[in-house]
């Protein structure tokens, strides 16, 4: 009965500030008659209708991710794994609505029809621009951990994000309150959880989890073209049915997971991560470290953790985009789209170090270290191809070589 | 064969109605020149395009129902029916596209990806204002019984709809001619249905159903600020594969069915139901019975039936809104939105009492009475935070304690 | 490791084509600020969003397809392939979201939630209007071959396409280079794909395949009110795991296959397939005739074909509606609607003959021939009643008599 009290105090938070919203001189949502302002439809990467007061606004949209991908590996990893075959797959296949409506509040509705089902997505409502606390959001959505998992799948660098993603606890079904402000160089954001499945739910033994990140931007100039993000993310979970699993592909959709704890007995879990980034006009940097460490009623506490860095360039002169509302980044222009007065579109050169260590006696993963050689062609804002390079070494075990190519597009 | 005869007969019928309406004096659908109206975008509750003349709508919108649930219940509860878990559920999440074209046609095609699949919610076309016979509809959609399952779930007064819902045909593939006029004070409608699954398809040895429903308001003043509304619908069916199974939940989504009568034979079932409802002011009261006797070569013809009333009550002073095209209750907004100048949003208190018999000997499904007390609070138009406590009592058996927290969102 | 080369040599030539477009006088793509052009939202046969450029559009939209059919049957088909039951079935129930974009990108996420899952239908994206090559497509999306199966089902003739429909690889992932001009009197395709699952992924063992088109009208008059249309596709294709089947329903959507290979060995199949179409004013004919040639490593290289002649005759005047950028049929609209001012909506009569022989030594797949009769009743551009009555004849067997009866809406 944990969970009741924790809503009665996201309710009794919400009821407290909306008496203090009372006093406001220009209270938010003052002028909320959507009659007054029809919507305007317009592109700006996607499909947009906002009021004239920006009181109103929707959006549909969704993104096509298509991937094909050749292996070749060691027969060593045949035996340990099976054999990975080439293939193609479509990595994610989303439509979505989402809406701010009565000026503050929001929701988003989005479904992967990738594999067949509706997995949930961002699934959620809020109420924004709340006195003191800031914004609150309740349904399915990522948990606040991870730079890289913070990204939108549309941004990332590389086809996968890295290994050590394994820890990020993405979407799960919760309450948030956090901050954004675009004017800010902090953003902060706390949860409470539920393990759920791909579709929102849990209904089994299970403790709540809380999470937590802060990120802060100490040098930020240039309208983005020059960062420095910092962000540190905690989050302590009590799993389902006490059993947790980690387990990770070389870092392509089309692949059996060559890394696996299998399921093992903990009654917590603590996640830590840390991020850093640089941006330096078209040059940029990424790395950040996840730790896991286990509580079980047994004596062995295993540890297991995960790192990667890597570097991007755009040889035609764009730079990474960065969301300061988000702390992540965000979609990047080219200056030239693809086939208007000879552009190229922009191209991106990319290199990423990557490693997993899910060994610590006596839970036996598996220990997996990634080099991955890239380039993304941003045919317009919206359509990119990425083609990756990866060697993935099993250690212990053998090595795969990887290609695997993207056609992305998103509205 | 009996099918063909009938859609036959709505063919006919509708190629007659049409010959009448050629005398119509101002036919409907007589200047269909979409070019003439580009679409208005606006908000009302929802995403909605329109051209000056009226004769072609959309909207695209969906709704997302996000339940917390906790229950504690006795030992026998675990040892009849299992253990109940606390959880976290979606128990709706929807996309639609509907419209209304070329004057007098409208369709809709509406899909729920709860649980991760596409279960069909109201996929039909149909035909409107025919002269005499009124309106077609053909598809998958709600059968005409039961004031409560023809009250949105939007709109509904508790989280679940009560006990004797288990009745309630609700949607199938079928044909139903019905009248709807915001004018009139009575609505009917008739349709053949087959029972289809989730999807809306069939294919199994089965009759067909026929469901009727009449409803009127003999009192109805200050635009539904006062009315009395009463209604009778009935429903004759050829269960698939002639055999029938009833089985409930104790008014929460995320739970075991407490009730439960197996399958059974059954040739013939007959469904009654009877409904009344009172909106006085903020004040209201609603209250069904219906009744399901069946008939099955064996000697034995099982009866078995369920009963609520509820009250409800708007302590900032609305009254529940009700539409007569529908005969049925619809969207109450808040006088005032939470946030805006210091408003809270509409609360409303409800209360409920709520009872299912699904024992008839030979057939022991159990006996359940609930009883519920609650709180709604409407944020906005669109936004709705639902808090139920539940005291389910299964007879003979034993008592649960459920408290359920519903967010919701419609767009 | 064939399949990086060709999407290496694709994007070489996309690369090598812009190049050349550098020199372009009116480059495409040329003025592409879509702040300069909000979206105008209108009607035209469904949801359709364009700046005044039209350098950016978007449709939203779906269809409806709901299928009522009745069966009787010899007791040979029974003993044979099973008894067939009457019932209900939504054919398909779709939904999408399309574009246009920055000029010459398009896009395209259609997805068909019959059945409760989310198929894969058209989703890709592409790039239009290169010089010489003219435009490149790449994702899930239709072989270019069969005019019947390119024919959307929205504007088929019959509520299922012909027998030998079996041999159509339909909806693959692959990469496909076409022109598509509204002034050439030519069309012309050729591309790659997989043999994927129904969402779109492959990663078994499996050769790709090549598939192309071309189409021509050597008579071409009165806005396609006169015409001829003549087409020839070829397929290479090394079927996934070195196996394939061929297996046919009676024309009918809910029906057990009739006819059924089996799995066979199969290392190559060679697929040609010719196409003829005559439209005369309101009288049009249409038939295609197409073979697979199978190779296998043992001796028998099993060959099997089937055909198909129709007509269709439109007691109202109308013509069946023709693509010339697709090489296709297209939608056909009523003179005047359903309901306005008397008006019937269009009629159409059709008649047809279709035959499939999965029979050769040692593989008995069996041999069925289906005679066709069937009224189409377009009420207006959208929305069309479709009845079928279907004379099953299944080789040394029996027959099938079935009534169906589809009521279909596109938006």
Redesign the interface.
Known sequence: ?R??AM?MMI?TA?WTM??A???DEK????S?N??NG???????EG?N?E?ADKH?R?K???R?H?D???V?HDDSITTAIGDQ??????RR???Y?S?D??E??F?K?Q?D????????KD???G?KK?PTIGNVK???FKEPFSLEELTSSNYITFLERSLPNVFAPTRN?GGMVYNTAAEDRVTWAVGVF?D?D????????GESAVTARVTGLPWYEDNGGQLVHVGLAGSLRGPNDDALRFRQRPEVG?SDRFVDTGNFEADRVTLIGVEGALVYGSFSLQTEYMIASVDSEPATDPSFSGFYVYASYFVTGEHRGYSKTEGAFSRTKPKE????????GAIELTLRFSMLDLEDDPILGGELTDITAGVNWY?????R?MLNYILADLDNVGDADI?A?R???D?
Chains 1, 2, 3 share one sequence.
């Open positions: 009965m969970m009741p809503a309710l919400l909306q008496a919203n009372a006093q209270p938010p949502g003052s909320q959507p009659q029809d919507f305007r439809a317009f592109w700006k499909l209708f009021t109103f929707m549909i949209g969704g096509i298509n094909w991908v050749w070749s075959e080439d293939g193609t797959l479509f296949a989303r439509l609505a809406g409506i009565y503050n509040f929701f509705a479904f029809f990738a594999g067949g089902d509706a997995d949930f699934v959620y409502l109420v709340l309740i349904g399915q079904t539920r759920t791909d579709f929102g739910n849990a209904s089994v033994e089309l789209n693809f086939g208007v007065k000879g552009g190229l045919l317009n804002p919206n359509f191809v290609l190519l056609f992305q597009a509205f």
